[in-house]
């Protein structure tokens, strides 16, 4: 019974702890696995595997695998399911014991610590993948929009009149 649960505690992070780096796919048909981090005008450094940065310009890359996603995802259906398992077998734990109890809260406590780590991992990697601000400047504001309710003629000669 302890293997059992060592295994079931232990499993995850030996699938999914060294999966930091992302999946670059480029277009000559090469695949490279590194971690992203930052980006730059036109490309996107990333760390090789010796640590030091390589630049891979954006026109180069066809996809990229961020790191986390899968990792998220069963993570959400493993706490998904260990909520209705709380939902089920909450109301047995007094008349079954801790081990029982143990049981019946561990896969929403995993599957939340996947989902918290998973999501975390993706997001990062894709923020540092995404293309920085064309410039340091806050952009303008347009000139006219959707929401600009003053009375202008634009040019005909006629008021906007407003409908009830």
């Not at 702890?17 to 000559?28: H, L, V």
């Not at 069963?74 to 029982?100: D, F, H, T, W």
């Not at 991992?121 to 003053?150: H, L, M, N, R």
Request: hydrophobic share 40%.
């Amino acid at each position: 019974m302890q293997t059992k649960l060592i295994v079931t505690l232990l499993s995850p992070i030996l699938i999914y702890g060294c999966s930091t780096t992302a999946t670059i796919s480029r277009a000559n048909g090469e695949s490279l696995d590194a971690k992203i981090l930052r980006s730059a005008p036109g490309a996107v450094v990333v760390q090789i595997d010796n640590g030091s940065e390589l630049r891979i310009p954006r026109s180069e890359i066809t996809d990229i695998d961020h790191p986390g996603n899968g990792v998220a995802v069963v993570g959400g259906l493993l706490s998904a399911y260990g909520g209705l398992n709380i939902a089920a077998g909450a109301p047995k734990c007094s008349e079954n014991g801790g081990a029982y109890c143990t049981g019946v809260f561990l896969p929403a406590a995993i599957g939340a610590s996947m989902l918290i780590w998973g999501l975390s991992t993706w997001i990062s990697s894709t923020d540092a993948a995404s293309s920085p601000p064309s410039s340091g400047s806050v952009p303008k504001v347009p000139q006219a929009s959707a929401f600009d309710f003053s009375l202008s003629t634009h040019g005909s000669g006629s008021s906007a009149v407003l409908a009830r």
